[in-house]
């Protein structure tokens, strides 16, 4: 089993860290040339790409570690919120002789939508 730092994801996001982090070198020592040649503006423009890489660092620690669900635990969610659909269905069909029409058709809409199948997130 791979670990989470030779994964094929994590390969990728080192690659990128390694040139966000090359890209911040060289911009921060073209500014500090150009403000050693007195572009005075330059100065804090010198002291903002280290600042800016530490960003790209956090942003790679962040994705490395993001946990991926276990199918087990997708599966367990996915029983979780059918059951409470089915409970919410059950509430909604004991109440519906009381129900005001348009309520029942913007609770109808509600439910259709709740039966769309979520889209998976990035990495999870």
């Not at 040339?33 to 620690?61: H, K, Q, T």
């Not at 059918?82 to 809409?109: C, G, I, K, V």
């Amino acid at each position: 089993m791979r670990t989470k730092f030779l994964s094929r994801r994590a390969l990728g996001l080192h690659v990128v860290l390694i040139a966000w982090l090359t890209g911040c070198v060289l911009a921060a020592s073209w500014q500090i040339s150009r403000a050693i040649d007195g572009n005075s503006l330059s100065y804090l423009y010198s002291m903002e790409w280290p600042v800016i890489g530490v960003f790209g660092v956090l942003g790679w620690y962040a994705l490395l570690n993001t946990e991926r669900h276990a199918e087990s635990d997708e599966v367990a969610r996915r029983q979780y919120e059918d059951s409470m659909r089915e409970r919410a269905r059950w509430a909604r069909e004991a109440q519906r002789d009381e129900e005001d029409p348009a309520l029942a058709a913007y609770n109808d809409h509600l439910a259709e939508l709740a039966e769309v199948p979520k889209r998976r997130l990035w990495g999870h």
